[in-house]
């Protein structure tokens, strides 16, 4: 890709600023690109923040990591991300921010920003990104590339920053489902790649998605040649708040000892501060959320072979137009929810826009998920 220089308000956003760090490890299969939040030994992993800047490197690799290792693959280098993993823009003022390279000029969403990048610029074949709150969907719904957020569980966390928690998924970019596919059975031992099957009976789950945003992705999921069914989803809104409870939990008892350090960005210390205020009677409450959440969505599952709805419920703003934080969050409200239930979701691109289906999957059945989504897939390239 060429390089590109795009100035926003004093943000540094070129096509540099997807890589932290460049080097070569593995063997000669797919090229693959791994965010700054999982330790390659001999490496820093800064997690996008200049207070991580002067950690040692790190002493061994994470398991997903001497996974692509083992598999042959062939790691290019470590991507640019939110810091601590604490956002939704992607913006970096440390590191600089990844260009958009579909859509030069958007954000490339975070916290995965420079993985989605990487995918999109055609700098790696497979990327490998976390997703706590839609880390992965979100910027691969702005780069207009492929990205999967295994069930919960599903994918090993050792070697990973946060050490902790009970949202964070270790998953996929890649520019087709084949390429997810690929990437799942190199970083997920017990993954088998599940035929086609000949046709999809899809439900269809109503949201707080812009008109719009819906009806586009209603429209090609029926021209993919989907079996569209409409299905009821309780409680949506709470789960998005509940993982909104869970993820400041865990990301103040991660990063609160940080929070004074002058070298954090001032949006991540914000929502820092925020967190630390996350009571233990509210998360209590998110849990109970959580409880009923994971019930009804193995509920709406029940008769279809996977849920859809839009990843994002409105375009992807411009860099120069990020508004309040408020506004930021509600872009993850209908994909934060699935980190709460711990049900697989796969972030499928349409065509010159950035808007994608989001398709939802019973838990641990990450195989059957992809295989509904190659068949979605190849309705669409029709």
Request: hydrophobic letters at 45%; aromatic letters at 4%.
């Amino acid at each position: 890709m060429d390089r590109l220089n795009i100035q926003v308000e004093g943000l540094r956003v070129t096509s540099d600023n997807i890589f932290v760090e460049r080097f070569e490890l593995g063997g000669a299969g797919p090229t693959v690109a791994v965010k700054d939040c999982i330790d390659i030994a001999g490496k820093r992993t800064s997690v996008g923040s200049e207070a991580l800047s002067e950690a040692p490197p790190a002493a061994a690799h994470a398991a997903v990591v001497a996974a692509l290792i083992a598999g042959g693959a062939r790691i290019v280098g470590k991507t640019n991300m939110h810091e601590f993993a604490y956002g939704v823009t992607g913006v970096n003022r440390w590191l600089g921010t990844p260009v958009n390279p579909n859509y030069p000029g958007l954000i490339p969403g975070g916290s995965s920003s420079g993985s989605a990048a990487a995918v999109a610029a055609g700098l790696v074949e497979i990327a490998i990104g976390t997703d706590t709150g839609g880390s992965i969907r979100m910027p691969a719904t702005c780069c207009g590339v492929f990205g999967l957020k295994p069930s919960f569980g599903r994918v090993s966390r050792e070697g990973c920053i946060p050490a902790d928690s009970s949202l964070d998924c270790v998953g996929p970019f890649a520019r087709d489902v084949a390429g997810i596919e690929t990437a799942m059975a190199l970083i997920d031992p017990t993954f088998v790649p599940a035929g086609r099957p000949a046709s999809v009976r899809i439900g269809w789950v109503e949201s707080s998605a812009d008109a719009e945003i819906a009806e586009a992705v209603l429209a090609e999921l029926r021209r993919s040649g989907a079996d569209v069914v409409p299905v009821d989803l309780p409680g949506l809104g709470q789960a998005f708040e509940a993982g909104i409870t869970i993820m400041a939990a865990e990301a103040w008892s991660t990063f609160g000892d940080l929070v004074e350090d002058p070298r954090i960005g001032a949006d991540v210390r914000a929502r820092l501060l925020g967190a630390s205020k996350v009571s233990a009677a509210q998360l209590a409450e998110a849990e109970k959320v959580r409880t009923r959440f994971v019930a009804a969505v193995d509920q709406a599952l029940a008769g279809v072979d996977a849920l859809a709805l839009p990843a994002l419920p409105a375009l992807p703003p411009a860099l120069d137009d990020l508004g309040d934080a408020a506004r930021m969050l509600r872009l993850t409200s209908l994909i934060r929810p699935f980190n709460v239930s711990g049900h697989p979701a796969l972030a499928i691109p349409l065509a010159g826009r950035p808007i994608a289906i989001q398709l939802v999957g019973r838990r641990n059945d990450d195989e059957t998920l992809c295989a509904v989504g190659a068949r979605i897939e190849q309705g669409l390239a029709a």
